[in-house]
């Protein structure tokens, strides 16, 4: 059973900095494409950041909404990947979802085979 349980997420203020992680079990992690997507009250799920698979050299892709400010990396052997986030704006405040798919490259969420349940992530101005 595949599972992705996120965490880090937090109540913080406008310019701080939080590290979100997601943890992955049940699947051969190394081998596929994660993402970061969020989605914000009222407000449709939006691709926030992706990495490809493989053991080194990722490619990544970022919404121009966190570029520069985001950065998504992971960990093979720990089967986990990680967004930290930087000068955080009350416009991030999202329920921030891991997901992990078998396509690269890709921008469209039904490519991702697998979800999370999601952090709450909330910036205050």
């Known amino acids: 059973q595949v599972q992705l349980v996120e965490s880090g997420g937090g109540l913080v203020q406008t310019g701080d900095s939080l590290r979100l992680s997601c943890a992955a079990s049940?699947?051969?992690?190394?081998?596929?494409?994660m993402g970061w997507y969020r989605q914000a009250p009222g407000k449709e799920r939006e691709l926030v950041a992706t990495?490809?698979?493989?053991?080194?050299?990722?490619?990544?892709y970022y919404a121009h909404s966190v570029k520069g400010r985001f950065t998504i990396s992971r960990d093979n052997a720990k089967k986990t990947v990680f967004l930290q986030m930087n000068g955080l704006k009350p416009e991030d405040t999202a329920v921030y979802y891991c997901a992990a798919g078998s396509k690269w490259p890709t921008t469209d969420d039904n490519d991702m085979r697998y979800w999370g349940k999601g952090t709450l992530v909330t910036v205050s101005s």
């Open positions: 049940g699947l051969t992690f190394g081998s596929y494409t």
């Open positions: 990495i490809s698979s493989g053991s080194v050299a990722w490619d990544t």
